[in-house]
């Protein structure tokens, strides 16, 4: 299972985007510091064989959605093209390349040595909206993005397909495509040219279209812009491993589950906190968890939970899940379906539910990128489908997040399904 990173910043956090250093491929995951730019041609080809041979052997099943003849004959043709190549258009052919196996745990950890932008976007539907932004361009808040360098949004998104894993669903790539927005990819990939700054184009609820031509930024600002003055709690309590506390209302426990770290810990203080403070409902969110041991998760929480009848009733024990729940987040969420009562709430989340997963990891000789690769395959529901839908799908809308509301947390409280006092 993938560590929980200290750069994802998720929904009202806001996640994403074009801030060097915030994306998924980053921390633990990310590559030694190695000058790129001074590698030779021989150099790419022996981390190529190396990629190549690594995934084929080390991975579970690395042509379960690839056939290896067609793997072996992309690799031939990057091969060929190394010698024309620019270095970041190298690192995108081996994305390619790790792409084409099939899942979210397989892939090739860029360098954080990137550029991005000074406005965010998130998407909300199909629609890409500036949800943070520098304070030079705090009025593009709440605009949508529709084009970079000339290109259509939609065509930006095909490029990045390429590098992004082919057998994830449609929250994965939600939750993906703004993490790729920094200089080098998008001029790897040429949405754009070497040249900055580079135009963006955004339109209004209006219809009205905005130019601006941005620069990437050389390092974090130091203050953003945000359209809300008041995060929803599972924001503010983003960077807690596990924090709880009964909500207002008085007959609800609400708890924040981002991280593995220390759980059996955390789950003894929640359940002694229920002990003394008994509550009608538990909510257990999951949208900030990108991971750990699933297995932790069904010992320390799951399982006790199933032995507390009163918990664990419809309309008694909730689950929220987002696009950012991911690997034994996502794994538990499933196991919360087939062994508890829990009625789950949000947007599916970013992976695959029968899936290859138990990430691992080694190094290219020259390069020193760290390609990641899966060890096992999971099974968490009985059918084969592409997403774990929640009971009730609550996903993020613009409005609420301007004005700092929670849907999935309001639908919760007023569910009308859960027993009154």
Known sequence: MTLRSRYLRRWFALPVIFAAGIWWYASQRASAPVDIGTLSASDWREDLRALATGLAKRHANAFHRVSESQFDSMVTLTDSLIPHLRPWEVLIHFSELAAVVGDAHTYVALPTTQHFYPVEVYYFGSDARVVRATPEYKDLIGLRLV??????????????????????????????????????????????????????????????????????????????????????????????????????????????????????????????????????????????????????????????????????????????????????????????????????????????????????SFRLPHSHLLVNYSSAYYRFLPTDQPALVPDHLAAPDWNSYQAGVDPALTWILSDSTHPRL
Do not use: C
């Open 147 to 360: 084009a970079i360098g000339g290109h259509p949004l939609t065509q930006v998104q095909d490029q990045l397909d390429r590098i992004l894993t082919h057998g994830e669903n449609t929250s994965f790539f939600l939750a993906h495509y703004p993490w790729f927005l920094s200089h080098e990819v998008l001029t790897a990939l040429h949405v754009i040219r070497d040249s900055v700054p580079t135009r963006f184009t955004f339109r209004g609820d209006d219809g009205s279209f905005v130019n601006r031509e941005l620069s990437p930024l050389d390092k974090d600002p130091e203050k953003w812009e945000r359209p809300y003055s008041h995060p929803p709690l599972f924001v503010q309590h983003a960077d807690d491993e596990f924090w709880y506390d009964t909500l207002p209302r008085g007959d609800a426990v609400y708890v924040v589950f981002n991280s593995y770290a220390h759980l059996s810990a955390h789950a003894a203080s929640l359940f002694a906190f229920l002990d003394a403070h008994p509550a009608r409902r538990l909510i257990i969110d999951l949208r900030n968890n990108s991971g750990g041991d699933y297995q932790e998760g069904y010992k320390e929480l799951i399982r006790p939970l199933t032995a507390r009848p009163t918990i664990n009733a419809p309309g008694h024990l909730y689950v929220i899940t987002g696009r950012y729940t991911f690997s034994a987040a996502m794994n538990n969420a499933a196991q919360f379906r087939t062994a508890t009562h829990a009625t789950l709430v949000g947007e599916p989340p970013g992976e695959v539910p029968n899936s290859y997963q138990e990430r691992r």
